[in-house]
């Protein structure tokens, strides 16, 4: 990777700072997902879930998670019925967290390159934090990161820019000097209400490379991420 920044360095000084989303962008957490939402609708006596369809339901956080495995099988949950399932659900994934997952081709070599290139990197998810760390940390991400914002009570998930906001405050960088990395419409929404520009990976979830939200510039994978910013800091 000594070389990644050879043609494309950082010539503008753009940009400081950038957020990836996890699920779908760094990592396939899929089939660990799978896992546990099958096992919570076996505790319901409910048909399990294909991991194609699993993949489609992943995005909104655990909370939309659960009901969209529930309104598979025709069951619409009320929200005292919904809470209890996501609390059931949350000690389920808590042991699947990393039995199944994969990091992405690409996500952990580029993000230890930027930020040995001195770019502030963040990881921006609508996982609860707690799970967002243990995986940064299980494989490997964690000591090239500047900020980790999981799901907080504080703060209004993706795609609402709380948390983006809140992963620049904690780099202490400025939203014209940043940049987001997602792979979902969701990513895109944050992003876009954020007001800072968006790079989508088309290998993400739920859209089988076939992309109908907008994007700053896309790519097909991660490794196309030096080439994307350069696009972004060409005159128009």
């Known amino acids: 990777m000594g070389e990644l920044f050879e043609n494309s360095g950082d010539r503008c000084g753009w940009p400081g700072a950038m957020l990836f989303d996890l699920d779908g962008t760094l990592i396939d957490s899929a089939p660990d997902i799978a896992a546990a939402v099958n096992e919570l609708l076996e505790k319901e006596n409910l048909p399990p879930q ?82 967002t760390a243990e995986i940064l940390d299980h494989y490997g991400f964690s000591p090239h990161l500047s900020a980790i914002q999981g799901a907080d009570p504080t703060l209004r998930t993706k795609p609402h820019p709380d948390m983006l906001f809140a992963a620049l405050k904690a780099m202490d960088m400025p939203l014209s000097r940043a940049l987001f990395v997602g792979d979902s419409s969701t990513d895109s929404a944050a992003a876009k209400a954020a007001g800072i520009p968006v790079v989508i990976v088309r290998s993400g979830y739920g859209h089988d490379g076939k992309v109908d939200f907008p994007a700053d510039v896309f790519c097909a994978s991660l490794f196309e991420l030096p080439q994307a910013i350069e696009k972004l800091k060409s005159p128009a």
Do not use: C, W
């Open 50 to 131: 294909t991991l194609d369809a699993v993949r489609a339901m992943i995005g909104n956080g655990v909370v939309k998670l659960v009901e969209r495995a529930f309104a598979a099988s025709g069951i619409v949950l009320d929200s005292n019925g919904l809470d209890r399932k996501v609390a059931v659900m949350m000690e389920i994934y808590a042991r699947h967290l990393t039995n199944q997952t994969i990091v992405l081709p690409g996500a952990l070599e580029m993000i230890a390159a930027y930020a040995k290139a001195r770019v502030k990197v963040g990881v921006v998810s609508n996982k609860p934090h707690a799970f």
